[in-house]
């Protein structure tokens, strides 16, 4: 049996695995990302690759990462968060360098991929995907296909404007939704809280280094666990924008079901709680329509490379 391999490309590391047709991870590998991008980079992924496929016989690789992706899925038009690494045609670079057929695909995409065929949404024909971390990106999949739009860039969900003229974002638009609702939003509602209220948030602050500069999102979710006031309150405030934007969205799209995942859906329920109850009270026509299930991912940090293996393999 041929097996592919899938890798996500992040910006501190590259991870990569041998999947098989039931979306199992047989092997794994991984290397920092290189710093300057760009060669250096797409050189690191044959690398990863040609060890992984040292180790079994391999029909094809999918590679993703975050950034716009060309819609026959073999240019990385633009990366945020990645040197060196915009209009690059990495179909035709990788595919000389390791020699097999290679896909290229959008990190959230590629997450919402495998959560549909093998995690959280596999009973589902329709579901979307939030991946909620520094920012927030997206994933749909209706009817058993990966839906991209147009120009490759659907589902593009950190940047849907929820606050006119509200807190500029890195995309240079102002009030985009990962402003309210992703980790770093998260970190914004602590500081803010205790910057009102410091007295009540010196528990909080212990956690840290004593300073609102020192807190991180690690920390807050600790002492959320432990019943901390202030780190509750936040996550609560974060819940309340991500259940607002998931009912806009339930409008839009009508999934069965959203699937949360990303480094914020490691609190559980007490981030998935205050999302829910968001999204029962915002959902327009309140009581009068279903709305979707909201659920946890259940893939972790390999969601990625077993989705863009898959997808490598159609």
């Known amino acids: 049996m041929a097996y592919t391999i899938g890798i996500d490309v992040g910006g501190t590391k590259v991870l990569g695995g041998v999947v098989d047709e039931q979306g199992r991870v047989l092997a794994s590998a991984r290397k920092e990302t290189p710093r300057q991008g760009g ?38 038009l633009a990366t945020p968060n990645i040197a060196d690494w915009n209009g690059v045609d990495l179909d035709r670079e990788l595919t000389g360098l390791i020699g097999l057929p290679v896909i290229i695909e959008n ?8 959560e549909a065929k093998f995690g959280a ?20 999949v209706m009817n058993g ?19 006119p003229e509200g807190h500029l974002c890195g995309c240079g638009g102002r ?3 990962e402003q309210y609702a992703s980790g770093n939003a998260l970190l914004r ?26 807190l991180t999102g690690s920390i807050i979710m600790e002492a959320a666990r432990n019943g ?39 609190a559980g329920e007490i981030l998935l709680a205050p999302t829910r109850q968001a999204l029962v009270r915002m959902m327009p026509f309140a009581g009068k329509l279903a709305y979707p299930q909201i659920i946890a991912a259940e893939l972790g940090i390999e969601a990625g490379l077993i989705g863009v293996s898959d997808l490598a393999r159609l």
């Open 121 to 140: 949404g596999r009973s589902h024909e329709h579901i979307m995907m939030l991946t909620v971390g520094t920012g927030i990106g997206g994933g749909i």
């Open 189 to 214: 509602h602590a500081r803010e809280a205790v910057n009102a209220s410091p007295e009540i948030a010196r528990n909080l602050l212990s956690r840290g280094d004593g300073t609102v500069a020192g």
């Open 145 to 163: 296909s990966l839906y991209r739009g147009t120009f490759g860039i659907a589902a593009e969900f950190g940047h849907m404007r929820v606050v």
């Open 228 to 266: 901390d006031s202030v780190a509750l309150a936040a996550f609560h405030t974060t819940g309340q924008w991500l259940g607002s934007g998931i009912a806009t969205l339930s409008v839009l799209l009508d999934p069965s079901c959203v699937v949360i995942g990303g480094g914020v859906i490691e």
């Open 39 to 76: 060669s250096a980079l797409t050189q690191t992924i044959a690398d990863l690759a040609r060890e992984l496929m040292s180790q079994h016989d391999i029909s094809s690789v999918g590679v993703c990462a975050a950034g716009f992706v060309s819609s026959d899925r073999k240019t990385m």
């Open 175 to 177: 009030g985009c939704f």
């Open 107 to 114: 990190d959230a995409n590629a997450a919402a991929w495998g």
